[in-house]
């Protein structure tokens, strides 16, 4: 099946700076990929949907200047958490589905933890 | 998004069957009804996926009421690499995000 990677699995940053996670999709193309932030012993919850060459969509609630999220090529988005805080440590998963098929693929999370 | 309703957390023993069971009592004509897992520490992966016939595949079965308010998630002989949290959802257009409910933790007893 199709592969989607995330870079990095894990960080650890001080408070108010920024991260950069990056999503691949390796084998296949994505115009569209999504992220989603996961709390311990909660539920994925969907943040914001990538666009290629267009703007991302964000969910209700979530922060699109402190979430930035770039989708520059058709294998990779990134999303940049500015100014993290301790609150926006999470484990943070991308997906992206291939051909129009109905299984979307997942990345394997960054776990972010933020002093 | 049509809801779907799942048991917070299932036991079973090893090498036995798993029936992990969805209610959807919510869902239109044109949902699909997916299922993904997702190990601990890891993202989740596609189990399987159905519209009304039911499904098999290599990692299980999937078997839908005739009213499709109901699905199972059949695991014909759990393995301990199978504990995970099992989730159920709805769709009905192929380039929609996934809403992921609160899903099934399966626990596997050696």
């Known amino acids: 099946g199709a592969v989607v990677s995330q870079h990095p699995s894990r960080v650890i940053c001080k408070s108010g700076t920024s991260v950069k996670i990056e999503c691949r999709s390796l084998?296949?193309?994505?115009?569209?990929m999504f992220w989603y932030r996961q709390f311990p012993k909660q539920s994925l919850m969907l943040m914001a949907t990538?666009?290629?060459?267009?703007?991302?969509?964000?969910e209700q609630g979530v922060e699109k200047d402190k979430f930035l999220i770039n989708h520059a090529s058709l294998t990779l988005s990134t999303l940049t958490v500015t100014s993290a805080h301790p609150e926006d440590s999470s484990f943070y998963i991308c997906?992206?589905?291939?051909?129009?098929?109905?299984?979307?693929?997942f990345g394997p999370g960054t776990r972010l933890t933020v002093l | 998004d049509a809801k779907t309703t799942q048991p917070n957390s299932m036991e079973s023993n090893e090498e036995e069957p798993v029936h992990l069971p969805c209610n959807h009592s919510?869902?239109?004509?044109?949902?699909?009804i997916h299922w993904y897992r997702q190990l601990p520490s890891q993202g989740p992966e596609y189990v399987i996926h159905?519209?009304?016939s039911n499904v098999n595949n290599r990692m299980a079965s999937l078997a839908i009421a005739e009213d499709r308010k109901s699905s199972t998630l059949i695991l014909h002989r759990a393995t301990l690499r199978d504990a995970a949290v099992y989730y159920c959802?709805?769709?009905?257009?192929?380039?929609?995000?996934?809403?992921f409910g609160g899903g099934t933790r399966l626990m596997v007893k050696p």
């Open positions: 997906s992206a589905g291939a051909g129009g098929g109905e299984e979307q693929f």
């Open positions: 084998d296949f193309q994505a115009t569209t």
């Open positions: 990538s666009n290629e060459g267009s703007k991302a969509t964000y």
């Open positions: 919510t869902i239109s004509g044109t949902d699909y």
């Open positions: 159905g519209l009304t």
């Open positions: 959802i709805l769709r009905n257009n192929a380039g929609n995000m996934l809403t």
